[in-house]
């Protein structure tokens, strides 16, 4: 057994990752602890929760699919409504999880192992809920599958020009490669699980998604080499996963979506409401769970820093939009953002503008930093504010073309609002299975973080 | 327990952290074993060299599968738009490089992905689930807190008593012999 250290710096800055003086045996109890343990009442209570918004969105998608589009608010010239709209915001939501498991990894940021785990998860549930969308959308959604270039009957492929089929592509992608990462990563956990596993059944189903794994040093070699590729490779694929969404607006001439600054603006963005999220559920899973030696202030702290620079970097790109509309002298573009700003959507652009640029200037403050209900209130507000520039972004610039004959007013139907409420049925149904059945936490990589893990830390001590 | 069918495959002995791990995996290269590996929780940065191991060949497995995956992905898509249905869109040239490239991109990663995983696995020889390893009991700490070193009968410099006593010298603890039934 080895000596649990009191205090434990690993990271250069002195400030002890993990906290609580753990051993490698006592991380393993901790989080395995938490799916080995009765399930709790409050679980039970959250899955009744998810699984009847489940079915609310089962219903309206039944509906959808019975009765076609004209359920939703859309009208002429406002043609893309909430559909859109809910797919860039959990796509958005998504990022956080690969930027954490992905680019956070090659930066050597240890911080980032007591979170990647449910981060990678999130992303998963967040993009099964955002491919819904593009699913429905289309209304006939038994012809879903001209979306995919597959030899047909018609003889006709897909065109490859357009940014909605790049979108069919890059998200498609995205979601398996994060797949791959969550389960390469997840592969030495489910060893743990087998080994423990009491049951027969438990026995035989961690045994075959842990694959044989042995811990062996040549099987290391070939795994951290694995999760480095992977690593590489989806880095790149965070920043080109929403920049492809971006050019579905912007790769259109109307005025408000066609502007070069989309795609850095739309990942900024993504990022942003991403770690929104992750401090939101991770609040909640540290507060239920007890995980505060696990999940510190530190760690949390450390997003809210990440929170306040997104946001900052989407402030910037709201006011540069604004600029280049003065700056390029073109009337409709300018008309658009004076729209935006003053028309009849201000109350959504207010909205947009208080969350997402006042809320995180709350977090200059290092006393605001680390208090849990300011971090809790402002990650919920992070994600309206970005539900609302979706929505302005897509509404503004269709409710106001070129045409002031064309010019209508959206409002949602009950289908539109009853959809998305559906959506976070999916999440959260999800999410919930995930941390009942599955180590939240990457034990893994939490021990490989510990003082007792480099191998040079040991030799010149006593052991037990 | 019939004994004629049992056959010794290997040698296994506990070792009490990750120090003591890799200085007995050194010595054990020193001395000229080959065929060992070294069980842990977690991966032990140094270790590939405390063992004598060359670094991972992945990289060309999923370097293969990006050239496949982008040159697959461009080819589909400069066969279809200008070959089996050419049709001209918004008047752009046939093949508009510029407009296929995030597919390109996108497939490229896909099958670098779906190579990392399974190239590790086959690299790997897994899946395995049968492995005399998880024959002794003591083994299943080794995904919670226990290092193992593992000595296979293969090994030329292989002899029972002479690794056992190897192994003790080294500060390694409760050996045990790895066997399978025939």
């Given at each position: ?12 800055e002195?400030?002890?990752l ?47 699919v ?21 797919f ?14 992905a680019?956070l ?26 491919l ?21 009957q ?58 044989g ?10 795994y ?49 409401s991403?770690?929104a999220?992750v ?45 280049i ?20 959507y ?26 849990i ?29 070129f045409l ?30 995930f ?30 | ?12 002995a ?5 120090g003591?791990?890799?200085?007995a ?51 589909l898509?400069?066969w ?64 919670d ?38």
């Open positions: 057994m080895n000596k649990p250290a009191e205090n434990i710096a690993v990271s250069s002195d400030v002890p993990i906290t609580g003086g753990q051993t490698f045996s006592s991380i393993t109890e901790k989080i395995v602890g938490i799916i080995e343990q009765k399930t709790p009442k409050t679980w039970y209570l959250a899955i009744g929760a998810s699984l009847s918004l489940l079915m609310v969105l089962m219903g309206s998608v039944g509906f959808l019975w009765e076609g589009t004209g359920i939703w608010g859309l009208n002429n010239p406002v043609g893309w409504g909430w559909a859109i709209i809910n860039v915001w959990w796509v958005g939501i998504g990022h956080a999880g690969t930027l954490i498991s680019i990894f090659l930066l050597r940021q240890k911080w980032r192992t007591s979170i990647n785990r449910f981060a990678e998860a999130m992303t998963l549930f967040a993009v099964s809920c955002a819904i969308f593009p699913g429905i959308h289309v209304g006939r959604i038994w012809i879903a599958y001209y979306m995919f270039p597959i030899p047909n018609m003889d006709i492929w897909p065109n490859f020009r357009s940014p909605l089929l790049w979108d069919v592509f890059a998200v498609g992608t995205y979601f398996a490669v994060s797949f791959l990462f969550w389960y390469t990563g997840l592969i030495p956990d489910l060893g743990t699980l087998r080994d423990r596993a009491q049951t027969r059944i438990k026995k035989i189903i961690f045994g075959i998604l842990a694959i794994w042995r811990g062996g040093n040549r099987q290391w070699r070939h951290e080499r694995a999760y480095l590729i992977l690593a590489g490779i989806s880095t790149p694929l965070v920043l080109s996963v929403h920049s492809v969404v971006s050019t579905d607006f912007a790769v259109s001439i109307l005025p408000g979506w066609h502007t070069t600054i989309f795609p850095p603006y739309f990942v900024a963005g993504a990022i942003f991403g770690f999220m401090m939101t559920l991770s609040i909640i899973a540290r507060k239920i769970f007890n995980l505060d030696h696990l999940i510190t202030l530190n760690h949390l702290e450390k997003i809210n820093k990440i929170m306040l620079l997104t946001g900052m970097m989407v402030g910037y790109a709201y006011s540069i939009e604004f600029f509309a003065w700056y390029s002298g073109n009337i409709y573009e300018q008309f658009v953002f004076i729209n935006r700003a003053f028309g009849n201000a109350w959504a652009y207010w909205i947009m503008i208080s969350c997402n640029v006042v809320v995180p200037q709350l977090f200059w403050f290092k006393k605001l930093r680390r208090s209900p300011i971090m809790f209130i402002a990650s919920i507000l992070i994600n309206i504010g970005m539900w609302f520039e979706r929505f302005v972004i897509v509404v503004t610039s269709l409710s106001r073309d002031p004959a064309n010019w209508d007013y959206f409002s949602p139907t009950m289908w539109d609002i009853l959809t998305f409420v559906g959506s976070f049925g999916l999440f959260f149904t999800l999410f919930l299975l941390i009942r059945v599955l180590p939240m936490i990457s034990m893994t990589e939490v021990k490989g973080v510990l003082p007792e893990a480099d191998p040079h830390h040991s030799t010149g001590e006593s052991h037990e | 327990m019939n004994n004629n069918s049992i056959k010794t495959v290997g040698i296994m506990q070792f009490s952290n990750p003591e791990l890799m200085k995996a050194e010595k054990l290269r020193d001395s000229g074993y080959s065929k060992f590996d070294c069980h842990s929780p977690f991966p032990i940065h140094g270790m590939d060299k405390a063992m004598g191991l060359s670094s991972s060949s992945l990289g060309w497995v999923v370097g293969l599968a990006a050239i496949i995956g982008t040159t697959g992905a461009l080819g898509q400069w279809t738009s200008t070959i089996d249905y050419p049709l001209v869109i918004s008047g752009k040239p046939l093949f508009s490089f510029q407009a296929y490239v995030p597919i390109t991109f996108a497939v490229g990663v896909l099958l670098s992905g779906v190579a990392a995983l399974i190239g590790m696995l086959a690299l790997n020889g897994l899946p395995r689930w049968n492995h005399p390893v998880f024959n002794s009991d003591k083994f299943e700490k080794v995904t807190d226990a290092f193992f070193i593992s000595i296979e009968a293969e090994d030329p410099k292989f002899h029972t008593d002479e690794t056992i006593q190897f192994f003790e010298s080294i500060g390694g603890t409760n050996c045990e012999l790895l066997q399978e039934n025939q």
